[in-house]
């Protein structure tokens, strides 16, 4: 049984920056690839960043690319966000995602989900 944990998400003001955490276990991390991906109420879930197992491939949304960082600690079983000079339109729950088989910008192809956690960014 895999089971994905997000954390660190709350109220910050426009301009502040968070970090995300990912905690994962059941089975090894370091055979997944990573995704986060965020949903704000009455919208779309929105790809916002992966990473594939190793780190070498990233991919973020055009976006958000110049102020969101991916990361991953194999060895902890951890991975993370940063998100810089957060804007009100960030407002959104965050969700960790983790893929069997490849790393991927689209939502249906990841297998395993957290709970999300709550980003609000006040003006």
């Known amino acids: 049984q895999v089971q994905v944990v997000e954390s660190g998400g709350r109220l910050v003001q426009a301009g502040d920056s968070l970090r995300l955490s990912c905690e994962t276990s059941?089975?090894?991390?370091?055979?997944?690839?990573m995704g986060w991906f965020r949903q704000a109420p009455g919208k779309e879930r929105e790809f916002v960043a992966a990473?594939?197992?190793?780190?070498?491939?990233?991919y973020y949304a055009d976006s958000l690319k110049e102020r969101f960082t991916i990361s991953r600690d194999n060895a902890n079983n951890v991975g993370h966000l940063q998100m810089n000079d957060l804007k009100p339109e960030d407002t959104a729950i965050y969700y960790c995602?983790?893929?069997?088989?490849?790393?991927?910008?689209?939502?249906?192809?990841?297998?395993?989900w957290g709970q999300g956690t709550q980003v609000t960014v006040s003006s």
């Open positions: 059941g089975r090894m991390f370091s055979n997944f690839a």
């Open positions: 995602a983790l893929s069997r088989i490849r790393v991927s910008r689209r939502s249906q192809e990841y297998d395993y």
């Open positions: 990473i594939n197992d190793a780190g070498g491939l990233i």
